[in-house]
């Protein structure tokens, strides 16, 4: 079963990407920040990480930064969630290692479409 | 309710919490940037989750504030006061919109329009800001979404959207569309519309019209302005917010683009003279030959009507093709159709943009379109990345990540490639240090696609809000494996429902199991079954061990630190003292002290009400205060302690201080004391007079130091829930009260009492004394039976007249004793008459429900362990009956 990272500080954003994640038969996990995500990630493997922007202790800039510069981990695709629809924003995304960006609330069938293209799921 | 809404009510009741606490903090430490951006933080968050649910009230206000809290982070305003109290207001409103939402599953009716209130507010602080760092607000947010209010572009004559459209550089350029319409009474403020509108700079059109057809003549009343205007300008969005800063509520802006103007107007007419010149111009379309066009334009219009909505169309067409800004295809067409049709299509008809356009998938076919769309944006999304300057210790990250994401789209996408050619290119471009062979290989994919050019999407630039959390998960339930077990959960949140069945079930459990010693007596007496009997009672023994720490341990679950009430008053001190004018400390002392979760919420209001209180009457204001040579910042204290199975709150001041004198006074004038009392009683006594009702009315106030007003209620509440209030104060130096309530209302211990044949049930902490008093030593006083005990008047009354039973010692005997509960009832002692004393027993008192309630003279009911129903006697209400 594919597992996809859900990294937000948000409960109820976690509990609603975690509903979306399920219903199209993948495995969800969830952190509540940076830190916490890294630790999952250095003991379970993932296919996907959805993140959020603005987390304590260790945003989510600074997260994927430290993802893609960690060997281990650098490959892993990964969405940025923001509440933010600017370009900017968006920039920043990438320049920090964002294969996608969305901005919440995603539309159900859009979040559920991307996530199982980019877990290499079946058509 | 949808377990996604009720998680998120939780969640952000918690982080609403959390924001007030740290506006207090900040009050005292202003620069503190921790605390700012952990505000900043939990707005920010209650507001991305809002937007899962269709809240938009909500959700905008808390924008908006999250909004104020960026500008306080990058340190371009400093928080007053007052925009303090504005963002603590708005707090409160998302919170009363959270119990809403609770309640109702959604807001309030009246939440558009406080959420407007509130958003001008807010937004009120920023422009300020804007204006004066002479900035320009770029977030789209601040403006009026187009569509809704611009429905009067059509009262524009044509001849006059033309002139503007014509003097446009541009047709992609935006005006403001401003709607004024000023309040009736708009006079009186000494506000001139008229003269405002006039000031609007760079302005393209005006128009003013009236709101409802002029009344009659002999009702016209000159003085109210019944009139509104309607605005086009190229000005600042900034100049117009100045210029109307006085009247903001009454004024709307929106943009509009210079497109929207042009729409044909008139009455749609035969078709059949246009279809030859629309057959011409879409030739002539595709020929890109638009001199040639516009002289079929030319020659249609010299046929048509004047009137025609398809003149009319011509007519714009002629002023699209001559527009300086060269030919809008797109807009030409859909002119042309506008004379085809007599329909103009709606809005600029992109076809880019149209493919891109995510529709809501109803069926599989349309999933999968929607999935190879996605494919593509994330194909694209791709090629961008690779095109973004990168620093060299994010370079093989992003590589890698990015062949990851190009092997799982290529199923998608209908693209004949294999993950071996990636991983190829992969290896190629580490090689070489560079994108390009992967940058290469994306542009041919999508070239053969046809749409090379990497361009934003709608998809996501403009996420359509709506609910997606309605009923449709509901509809279709998603059995969800459970979640692994965690070690990093410590605590758990429990639906407090929850825990209620779990009460209830434990009180069923207790009482079920009082049933084992009956069963036991009855193996022994009835069935001579000794051995039985005692095996019973080993048994019973054991059941009512784990029965008890059962008990206990739900109890504990109920319970909760009292800092749940406390934390709200530091916002309530500073908000009434600065109201008042006042300077005043809370000190909150012992907010850890537990008690049951319904006890903690029963304080809350009483203590409400102490605290306003103290402040209000009790706390001098500062210059008295320095007169007296006390320090100038009174103090209020809040105290919880424990006291054996009782929580004792304090509150004290350092304030006036009650006058006893006063009180004894008002009292006697009431009537509420005889002379004699008034001569006797202590000052001590006196002081508790002020609890008494009918002392505490509104008129006191002013007079009786204060203290009148809903003392008595206070008393009310907290008696209520179980608990007893006193108050100490010396005049002067200030006031103490302290409410003492049980830790737990679950169990209660009553005495019980046997009259006229039935048990009751007293509440034993309301009982003082049980005496066996010689029938002789009862006096009569004034008519009435009384007896002295330690040298206190008693009175005393029979409960089996009371209760209209009958006695079984109606006759009584001179040497015969009676047997007397005195009992406490919170104002008096009493001295009740009963048959016999009993046990006293723990139960679980359930109120009467149905026919039953109406009987208030009984607090409620228990069953007891042999199946009999305990009534448990309300004494406060007894005593209305004698």
Redesign the interface.
């Given at each position: 079963m594919k597992r996809v990272l859900i990294v937000d500080?948000?409960?109820?954003?976690r509990?609603?990407h975690r509903?979306q994640v399920?219903?199209i038969g993948l495995?969800a996990?969830e952190a509540a920040n940076g830190v916490e995500a890294l630790e999952k990630m250095m003991r379970d493997n993932f296919d996907l990480l959805l993140v959020?922007v603005?987390?304590?202790k260790m945003d989510g800039y600074r997260f994927l930064?430290e993802?893609?510069?960690?060997p281990d981990l650098?490959?892993?695709?990964?969405i940025m969630i923001s509440?933010e629809?600017g370009?900017q924003d968006e920039?920043q995304a990438?320049?920090?290692?964002a294969?996608?960006?969305?901005?919440?609330?995603?539309?159900?069938?859009?979040l559920q479409?991307?996530v199982?293209?980019?877990?290499?799921g079946?058509? | 309710m949808n377990?996604?809404l009720q998680?998120?009510i939780?969640?952000?009741r918690e982080l609403l919490e959390e924001a007030s606490q740290a506006f207090l903090h900040l009050e005292n430490n202003p620069d503190d940037l921790n605390i700012l951006n952990?505000l900043f933080?939990a707005i920010?968050?209650i507001?991305?989750?809002s937007?899962?649910f269709d809240i938009a009230p909500l959700t905008n206000v808390v924008h908006a504030a999250e909004d104020v809290l960026d500008i306080v982070r990058e340190g371009r305003l400093k928080l007053s006061p007052d925009m303090v109290d504005i963002l603590l207001d708005s707090l409160d409103q998302v919170n009363t919109w959270l119990d809403d939402l609770e309640a109702e599953e959604k807001l309030s009716p009246d939440a558009e329009e406080i959420s407007e209130e509130l958003k001008t507010k807010l937004r009120g602080m920023i422009s300020n800001v804007a204006l004066e760092n002479g900035q320009q607000e770029t977030d789209t947010g601040h403006e009026a979404e187009l569509g809704s209010n611009i429905d009067w572009l059509a009262k524009i004559s044509e001849e006059e959207r033309q002139l503007i459209v014509r003097q446009a550089q541009n047709l992609n350029d935006t005006l403001l569309a401003i709607t004024y319409i000023p309040d009736e009474q708009c006079f009186f403020n000494g506000d001139d519309p008229l003269y405002t509108m006039r000031q609007i700079p760079e302005l393209c059109w005006f128009g003013i019209e009236t709101r409802e057809p002029w009344p009659d003549i002999n009702e016209f009343d000159p003085f109210t302005c019944l009139v509104q205007f309607y605005a086009l300008t190229k000005a600042s969005l900034e100049e117009i917010k100045e210029l109307f800063t006085y009247v903001e509520e009454e004024v709307q802006q929106a943009r509009i683009s210079i497109q929207d103007l042009i729409f044909p107007q008139g009455e749609v007419g035969d078709n059949e003279p246009f279809g030859l010149f629309v057959q011409d111009a879409t030739q002539l379309i595709d020929n890109k030959d638009w001199s040639s066009l516009l002289k079929a334009v030319d020659v249609a219009l010299e046929v048509a009507g004047p009137d025609l909505f398809q003149a009319s169309a011509l007519r714009w067409l002629k002023v699209v093709l001559e527009h300086p800004s060269g030919p809008n295809e797109s807009l030409i067409k859909n002119l042309v159709q506008a004379v085809a049709t007599g329909i103009m299509p709606e809005g600029e008809v992109v076809e880019e943009q149209e493919e891109n356009k995510?529709d809501?998938?109803q069926e599989e076919g349309q999933?999968?379109e929607?999935?190879t769309k996605?494919?593509l944006d994330?194909l694209r999304?791709?090629q961008?990345?690779l095109q973004?300057p990168?620093?060299p210790?994010?370079w093989?990250?992003?590589l890698?990540?990015?062949?990851?994401?190009l092997?799982?789209?290529l199923?998608?996408s209908a693209i004949e490639k294999s993950t071996e050619e990636i991983s190829a290119l992969i290896d190629k471009a580490q090689k070489e240090k560079s994108f390009s062979p992967l940058l290469t290989f994306i542009n041919d994919i999508l070239s053969s696609k046809g749409s090379t050019e990497p361009e934003?999407e709608p998809?996501?630039?403009?996420?359509?809000k709506?609910a997606?959390?309605q009923q449709?998960?509901e509809k279709k339930p998603?059995v969800?494996?459970s979640p692994?077990v965690k070690q990093t959960i410590k605590v758990l949140k429990v639906d407090q429902k929850r825990i209620d069945v779990l009460m209830d079930l434990v009180s069923e459990l207790v009482v079920a199991k009082n049933s084992l010693p009956f069963l036991a007596k009855r193996a022994e007496e009835v069935f001579q079954s000794r051995e039985l009997a005692k095996e019973l009672k080993t048994q019973y023994g054991a059941i009512n061990r784990i029965c008890e720490e059962l008990q206990t341990a739900v109890m504990q679950v109920r319970m909760v630190p009292v800092s749940h009430v406390f934390q709200r008053f530091p916002r309530l001190v500073r908000d009434l003292s600065r109201k008042l004018g006042k300077k005043v400390r809370l000190i909150i002392e012992g907010e850890e002290t537990e008690a049951d979760k319904n006890v903690v919420e029963d304080l809350a209001e009483p203590l409400v009400h102490l605290l306003r209180n103290s402040i209000d009457h009790g706390i001098e204001p500062p210059e008295e205060r320095e007169a007296l040579g006390k320090p100038i910042e009174g103090e209020v204290r809040l105290r919880a302690i424990h006291l054996e199975d009782q929580v004792v709150i304090e509150i004290s001041d350092d304030g006036r201080g009650i006058d006893p004198e006063i009180v004894k006074r008002k009292a006697y004038e009431k009537g509420l004391i005889d002379e004699e009392k008034l001569d006797q009683i202590t000052e001590e006594e006196a002081l508790q007079l002020i609890f008494a009702p009918g002392l505490s009315t509104a008129e006191q106030v002013s007079d009786v130091s204060g203290r009148g007003v809903g003392m008595d209620a206070v008393r009310t509440m907290v008696e209520n829930a179980g608990g007893s209030i006193s108050i100490k104060s010396e005049k002067g130096r200030g006031t103490v009260i302290s409410l003492s309530l049980p830790l737990t209302m679950a169990v209660t211990r009553v005495l019980m009492i046997e009259v006229g044949g039935e048990i009751f049930g007293v509440p034993i902490e309301s009982v003082m004394e049980t005496v066996r008093v010689p029938a002789n030593d009862i006096h009569l006083i004034k008519n009435k039976e009384t007896v002295i005990l330690r040298n206190r008047l008693i009175p005393l009354c029979r409960l089996g007249d009371v209760l209209q039973l009958s006695t079984q010692e109606n006759a009584r005997k001179e040497t015969e004793e009676e047997a007397i509960l005195v009992v406490n009832t919170g104002r008096e002692e009493l001295g009740l008459i009963v048959d016999k004393f009993h046990e006293g027993v723990d139960i679980i008192l359930k109120p009467l429900e149905g026919l039953m309630a109406k009987f208030r003279i009984y607090a409620g009911a228990t069953l007891l362990g042999d199946g009999r129903v305990l009534l448990v006697l309300n004494l406060k209400e007894l005593v209305k009956c004698l």
């Open positions: 500080d948000a409960v109820t954003v509990m609603y509903q399920e219903e495995k996990e959020d603005n987390m304590p930064k993802v893609r510069q960690n650098m490959s892993i695709p990964a509440t629809a370009e920039a990438y320049e920090a290692g294969n996608y960006y969305l901005v919440k609330p995603v539309q159900p069938e859009v479409s991307i199982n293209i980019l877990v290499g079946t058509r | 377990t996604l998680e998120f939780n969640e952000s952990g933080r920010h968050t507001k991305g989750s937007g899962l995510v809501y998938p999933k999968d929607l999935t996605l494919a994330i999304t791709q961008k990345l973004l990168c620093p210790e994010l093989t990250g992003r890698l990540s990015i062949g990851e994401v092997k799982r789209c199923p998608f934003p998809i996501r630039k403009e996420p359509e709506q997606p959390v449709e998960t998603v969800k494996p692994p």
